[in-house]
C-alpha cells in the first residue's frame, strides 16, 4: 500500500510540476501571486470540502448532499438576511447549525438505520436543495452586509483571503488528525474493514456520525464562504459541486473502496486540477475540455494496478 | 463394476500458494455407485470437488471423463460433461418458479423459450426423482428439501452421469433427510455415479457402496462399506502419525472460576451450554463444521448476544452485548477468520497490534504515541518470532503463520484475562503451530484464562486440560483431556456415542 501511495503521489507531483512547468511558459501571468491566489479562490469552497470528503470516502462511505448542503446554506443565510431581517452573525451561526443537523440526518440513516450512504445522501442531495430552492425560488439575494462580502473578497492576511487562509488552517488541522491521531487511525480501520474495527471494540457508529456531521457543518460554512465571495445567492448555488469534489478526492489516490488514501493526495490532486483549469482558461480552451481531461486523469487513477491482498483462494 | 470409471482423478494436486490443498489424489468414480467421501474439516474436500466441478484446475494431474482426460475449464465446462454438484445451501431464484429455476441455465432453449414443453420437461423429471412439487410455484417458499429437489432436478436436465452431493442432509429435518437418500439411491440405480460427502456417518453407512477417506489433502483408503468399521473409520480420519507432533503439557490450571456459564442459549443456534472455566485452564471446544462452537464464543465477546442463561465473570453476573463491554472486562475473542474479521491487511503490522489498545497510546489531544505504538510491535515481534523486517510492513503480506501471530499480538497486548482463541493454527505450517501452543501455554502459566475452539483433534488433546464437545448446536458433554482419545472425540462429535 505504502509503496502504491508513494508511486501515485510521485506520479501526481511529476504531473503538478509538467503542468506549472507549461503554464509558466505559456503566460508571465501565471506566476504571479495574483494569479496563484485567483486560481485558488475560484474553487475554494470545494476544495474546503474536498478535505473531509478525503475522511468519508476513506471510511468507505459517500457524501452526495455537500453541493446541496451549500446551497441550503448560501440560501437560508441570504433569505435570513434579506427577507427576514435576521442580523447577519446570527444567520452565519443558524446556517453553520443547518450544516450540523442536515450531517446529522444523514448520519443517523447512515448508521441507526442502516441504509447505504450512496442511497441517504442522493436523497438528502435531492431534499436540501429542495429546501433551498423553497426558500430563495429563483430570486437572486445581493447586497450583505459590507462586511460580510468584504471577507469573501478582500484579503485578511496581506492579500490571502479568509478562505484561502481557513483552507490552510483546515488541511493542517486534518492532516495532523488523519496521520496522527487515534480518530485518524480508527478511520483508516473501518474503512479498510468495519468488522475487524467492531470485534477491536471500536464503536464504528459513533464515529460515521461524527465524519457525517463534520461534513456537513464544513459544507454549510463552504456555501457561507461562496455566499461571501459571490456576493449573492439563488437557489442553485454550487448546484452540482460535489461530482468535482468527489472527483479531486479520487483523483488524489483515495480508494472508492475505502481504506486507503491521503491527504497529501487530496492537496496534490487539488492543485493540479486547479493548475490544469487555470492553464487551459489561459489558452483559451473552453471548460468543456477541461473537464474531459480531468476526467482522463481520474480513470488512470482508477487503472494504476493496485497491490492484492487476500488474492489466494480459500481451500476446504 | 464396469472397469471404465465415469470420472476419475488421477495424481491431483492443488496448492494455493504455499499451502497444499490436495496432494497425489487419485479418486475412481464408477457408474451406478453411490461414493462416500469422509474427512475431518480442512481435509481436502472441498478443493477436490471443486476441481471435479471445474471451478479450480490442478496444479498437477489429470482428471479424466470416460477414460479420457479432460480440461474443465469452469463449472460451464463440467456441466456440458455431465458433472453436477448441489450444496447444503440449495442456489433457487427466488422470483422464478420451479419450472424456469430448473431450466434456468438451459443452453438448447434457443431465442424463444418454449414454455409448455419446458413445463412438461419439468414435471418428468420432478416425477422422475419421486416428489410430488407444482412445478408453477415460485421457488420462494420451497423448504430447503424441495429446494435441493429442484437442484437435482436442474442437474438430471443436463444428462448428469457424475452428481456430487456436499453435506446435502445437514440442514435438513430427519424426515427430508432420508428422502434425500433415496433420491441419492435411486439416481445411483439409473446409472449416475453419486459422490456424497457427509460428517453423519451413519448416513453414509446406509447410503454408501463404497468410501474413500481423505485426510490433509491424502488419499488414506477407499473400500466398500461392508469392509469399514466405524472405529476403523474415525482412525483413518484422525490419522495417528500427525497426533505424537504435539506434548502435552501439565495443567496449570487453579481453583479460581474465572467465567461460569450456566444454560447458554441464542435461539435456534446453540442451547444450554454450560460449563465452568478456572484461571490457568486450556478449555478446548471440539466439534465438527455446524457445531456453533463459534456462535458461543461470539456470545461470550459480545457480538451476538446470547438470549437465555446465565454469565458470571469473575463472580459478577453480566450479560455480555458488544466487543467493546467484553474487552474492558478483559475478554480477547481471536477470531479463526484472519481476514475477514481478523486484521486490516493493508494495514501496517504496527497499526493492527495496537488496534484493541489503541486509547493507551493517546495524548490528552488524541494523537497517537508513535514511537511507543512502534516500540510494543518491535517488542511482540520479538515475542512472538513474527518474521517480518519492519513493524511499518502492511501486514498483509505477511505469510499465514506470522499474520496468525500478529492477531495474537494484538489481543495480547491487552493483556486480557480470558482469551478465547478460535482455530489458533488453521492454515498454518507445523512449526508456526507449535510456536502458536507455547504462546497459549505460556499465557495460561502467567495466570490467563484460555478457551480454544479447534477442529484440529492432536492440537485438542496437546492443549486442553478439559474437552468440551459439541455437535449441532448442542453440549454433548466435557471430557477430561487425561482420558480423551481422537477416535472418542470423533465418536462423540459426529453423534456415534454419548461423552463419558
Known amino acids: 500500500m505504502i509503496a502504491r501511495l508513494k508511486s501515485w503521489e510521485g506520479f501526481l507531483l511529476m504531473s503538478l510540476v509538467v503542468i506549472i512547468g507549461i503554464n509558466a511558459g505559456l503566460s508571465p501571468e501565471f506566476l504571479t501571486l495574483g494569479n496563484q491566489i485567483n486560481l485558488f479562490q475560484l474553487s475554494i469552497e470545494k476544495i474546503i470540502v474536498a478535505l473531509v470528503m478525503t475522511f468519508i470516502i476513506i471510511n468507505g462511505e459517500i457524501d452526495l448532499s455537500v453541493g446541496s448542503m451549500m446551497g441550503l446554506s448560501a440560501c437560508a443565510f441570504g433569505w435570513m438576511v434579506k427577507e427576514q431581517g435576521v442580523a447577519a452573525p446570527a444567520a452565519i451561526a443558524i446556517s453553520l447549525g443547518i450544516g450540523v443537523l442536515g450531517g446529522a440526518l444523514n448520519g443517523w440513516f447512515i448508521t441507526r438505520v442502516g441504509l447505504p450512504s450512496l442511497v441517504v445522501t442522493l436523497a438528502t442531495l435531492i431534499g436540501f436543495r429542495g429546501l433551498a430552492r423553497v426558500l430563495v425560488e429563483d430570486r437572486g439575494l445581493t447586497d450583505f452586509p459590507e462586511w460580510f462580502d468584504a471577507l469573501g473578497q478582500q484579503g485578511l492576511i496581506g492579500p490571502l483571503p479568509f478562505a484561502l487562509v481557513a483552507f490552510a488552517v483546515l488541511f493542517g488541522v486534518l492532516y495532523i488528525v488523519l496521520e496522527r491521531s487515534g480518530f485518524g487511525r480508527k478511520t483508516q480501520v473501518i474503512g479498510t474493514n468495519r468488522e475487524v474495527a467492531e470485534f477491536a471494540g471500536i464503536d464504528t457508529n459513533r464515529h460515521k456520525m461524527i465524519l457525517f456531521i463534520a461534513s456537513g457543518t464544513i459544507a454549510a460554512f463552504a456555501g457561507l464562504l461562496y455566499a461571501a465571495r459571490v456576493g449573492a445567492v439563488r437557489g442553485d448555488v454550487a448546484n452540482g459541486f460535489e461530482l468535482d469534489i468527489i472527483t479531486i478526492v479520487l483523483l488524489g489516490g483515495v480508494s472508492i473502496f475505502g481504506g486507503t488514501?491521503?491527504?497529501?493526495g487530496t492537496l496534490l490532486a487539488i492543485l493540479i486540477v486547479l493548475n490544469i483549469r487555470n492553464g487551459m482558461a489561459l489558452l483559451n480552451i473552453t471548460g468543456h475540455i477541461q473537464t474531459g481531461v480531468i476526467g482522463l486523469l481520474l480513470i488512470a487513477s482508477v487503472m494504476v494496478p493496485r497491490l492484492k491482498f487476500g488474492t489466494r483462494e480459500k481451500t476446504a | 463394476m464396469s472397469a471404465i470409471p465415469t470420472l476419475a482423478l488421477r495424481a491431483v494436486s492443488k496448492s494455493f500458494g504455499m499451502t497444499v490443498a490436495l496432494a497425489d489424489m487419485t479418486l475412481e468414480l464408477f457408474p451406478g455407485e453411490v461414493h462416500a467421501i469422509v474427512g475431518?474439516?480442512?481435509?481436502?474436500?472441498?478443493?477436490?470437488?471443486?476441481?471435479?466441478?471445474g471451478i479450480y484446475q490442478p496444479s498437477s494431474g489429470q482428471v479424466e471423463i470416460g477414460g479420457a482426460p479432460v480440461v474443465l475449464s469452469g463449472s460451464k465446462a463440467a456441466r456440458l460433461r455431465g458433472v453436477a454438484a448441489i450444496y447444503q445451501e440449495p442456489m433457487v431464484f427466488p422470483d422464478l418458479d420451479v419450472t424456469e429455476n430448473i431450466f434456468i441455465s438451459a443452453t438448447?432453449?434457443?431465442l424463444i423459450l418454449d414454455r409448455r414443453s419446458m413445463r412438461r420437461r419439468a414435471e418428468a423429471l420432478i416425477d422422475r426423482i419421486g416428489m410430488t412439487l407444482d412445478v408453477d410455484r415460485e421457488a420462494r417458499g420451497l423448504t430447503?428439501?424441495?429446494?435441493?429437489a429442484v437442484e437435482i432436478a436442474r442437474a438430471l436436465s443436463q444428462d448428469v452421469r457424475v452428481l456430487i452431493m456436499d453435506e446435502p442432509t445437514s440442514s435438513l429435518s430427519a424426515h427430508e433427510a432420508a428422502e434425500l437418500?433415496?433420491?441419492?439411491?435411486?439416481?445411483?440405480?439409473?446409472?449416475?455415479?453419486v459422490v456424497y460427502i457427509s460428517h453423519r456417518l451413519e448416513e453414509v453407512f446406509e447410503i454408501a457402496d463404497r468410501v474413500?477417506?481423505?485426510?490433509?489433502g491424502r488419499h488414506i483408503s477407499t473400500r466398500p462399506v461392508s469392509e469399514v468399521t466405524p472405529q476403523g473409520m474415525i482412525a483413518d480420519m484422525v490419522g495417528r502419525a500427525v497426533g505424537n507432533y504435539f506434548t502435552k503439557m501439565p495443567s496449570a490450571a487453579q481453583q479460581e472460576v474465572v467465567l461460569s456459564v450456566r444454560g447458554l442459549t441464542r435461539t435456534g443456534v446453540f442451547e444450554d451450554i454450560t460449563f465452568d472455566l478456572h484461571r490457568g485452564e486450556v478449555l478446548c471446544m471440539a466439534g465438527l463444521i455446524g457445531a456453533r462452537r463459534t456462535d458461543v464464543a461470539l456470545s461470550l465477546f459480545g457480538v451476538h448476544p446470547a438470549t437465555a442463561g446465565e454469565l458470571r465473570y469473575k463472580g459478577q453476573a453480566v450479560r455480555m452485548t458488544s466487543p467493546a463491554q467484553a474487552i474492558a472486562l478483559g475478554i480477547a475473542y481471536v477470531s479463526e477468520d484472519r481476514r475477514k474479521l481478523g486484521l486490516a491487511m493493508p494495514l501496517p503490522i504496527r497499526s493492527n497490534i495496537s488496534l484493541a489498545t489503541l486509547a493507551q497510546y493517546l495524548s490528552p489531544l488524541g494523537l497517537i504515541d508513535r514511537r511507543r505504538e512502534r516500540d510494543t510491535a518491535m517488542a511482540y515481534r520479538e515475542r512472538l518470532n513474527i518474521r517480518a523486517?519492519?513493524?511499518?510492513?502492511?501486514v498483509g503480506v505477511l505469510s499465514g503463520g506470522n499474520q496468525q501471530k500478529v492477531m495474537l499480538a494484538k489481543w495480547l497486548a491487552m493483556q486480557p484475562d480470558l482469551l478465547i482463541v478460535d482455530e489458533p493454527t488453521r492454515g498454518i505450517d507445523v512449526g508456526a503451530k507449535a510456536e502458536v501452543h507455547d504462546l497459549i501455554r505460556a499465557f495460561v502459566r502467567g495466570g490467563g484464562t484460555a478457551l480454544v475452539i479447534s477442529s484440529d483433534l492432536p492440537e485438542v488433546l496437546a492443549l486442553g486440560d478439559r474437552i468440551l464437545v459439541m455437535r449441532e448446536g448442542r453440549q454433548m458433554g466435557i471430557i477430561d483431556s487425561a482420558r480423551a482419545t481422537q477416535e472418542g472425540i470423533m465418536a462423540v462429535a459426529t453423534g456415534q456415542s454419548e461423552a463419558a
Do not use: C, H, Y
Open chain 2, 40 to 53: 475431518e474439516n480442512g481435509a481436502g474436500k472441498s478443493t477436490m470437488i471443486k476441481i471435479m466441478t
Open chain 2, 212 to 216: 474413500t477417506v481423505i485426510r490433509d
Open chain 2, 181 to 193: 437418500r433415496r433420491i441419492a439411491r435411486s439416481l445411483a440405480t439409473a446409472g449416475v455415479a
Open chain 2, 144 to 148: 430447503l428439501a424441495e429446494q435441493q
Open chain 2, 389 to 394: 523486517p519492519d513493524v511499518d510492513m502492511a
Open chain 2, 108 to 110: 438448447d432453449a434457443g
Open chain 1, 261 to 264: 488514501g491521503s491527504l497529501t
